[in-house]
Each structure stands twice: as C-alpha cells, then as structure tokens.
Nanobody
Framework: QVQLVESGGGLVQTGGSLRLSCSAS????????LGWFRQAPGKEREIVAA????????YYADFVKGRFTISRDNAKNTVYLEMNSLNPENTATYYC???????????????????WGQGTKFPVSS
C-alpha cells in the first residue's frame, strides 16, 4: 500500500507562483511513474504533468507547457510541481498519483494510476 500526501496549496494571486509537493509513505514509488492531475468543480479529472521513474520522460498538458515543471526526488520519496504565471483558470483541486505499472514512459490517462493523494486546492485570485 502507498500513501500519498500533497502539500503546498494556498491563496495565490494571478501571475504568482506556487510549488506543490507530494510525499509517499509505505511502499516506495520507484520504479513507478508519478503524475499530477487536476479536477475543477463539475469537470473530469485531467492530467497536468507526469514524470517517469528516473525523470527521463516527462509529459505536460498543453495548458501548462512552459509554466509548470514536474520533478521528483526518489531519495525523499517526493514529487514536486512548480507552477508559475498562475491564473484563475488554474484553480482546481490538484492530486498526485503513482502509476499502476512499471514502464519507461509516464502514462497520461487517470486509469494508468493506482494510488492517489487526497488532493490540495488553491484559489488563484484575479
């Protein structure tokens, strides 16, 4: 069993930055890919970014390319999401997740992930 706990949410103004962290306990999350997802009220959960087990493969949704950076520290069992140039459209609950299986590429659909954190939410004020 893997427990994932997100942190780093908080009120941020448009144009501001925030870093989310997700720490894992229980069984480690190597060699599994990790992902960050978001879900806004009334909308489906969608991928934001993903990273393979060694960081060799990363994926970013088009709406965050150039603004967000995903990284991981396997020694600390932690994955990060650095977010810059935030705007109100980024307001959502953000979840980290660990992939269901082992592979060189990070999966993108939510069904590719087995373990999920409880989510962290941050409003972006205009």
């Amino acid at each position: 069993q893997v427990q994932l706990v997100e942190s780093g949410g908080g009120l941020v103004q448009t144009g501001g930055s925030l870093r989310l962290s997700c720490s894992a306990s229980g069984r480690t999350f190597t060699p599994f890919s990790l992902g960050w997802f978001r879900q806004a009220p009334g909308k489906e959960r969608e991928i934001v970014a993903a990273i393979s087990w060694n960081g060799g493969d990363t994926y970013y949704a088009d709406f965050v390319k150039g603004r967000f950076t995903i990284s991981r520290d396997n020694a600390k069992n932690t994955v990060y999401l650095e977010m810059n140039s935030l705007n109100p459209e980024n307001t959502a609950t953000y979840y980290c997740a660990r992939a269901r299986g082992v592979g060189q590429q990070a999966p993108t659909p939510p069904t590719g992930y087995l373990y999920w954190g409880q989510g962290t939410k941050f409003p972006v004020s205009s």
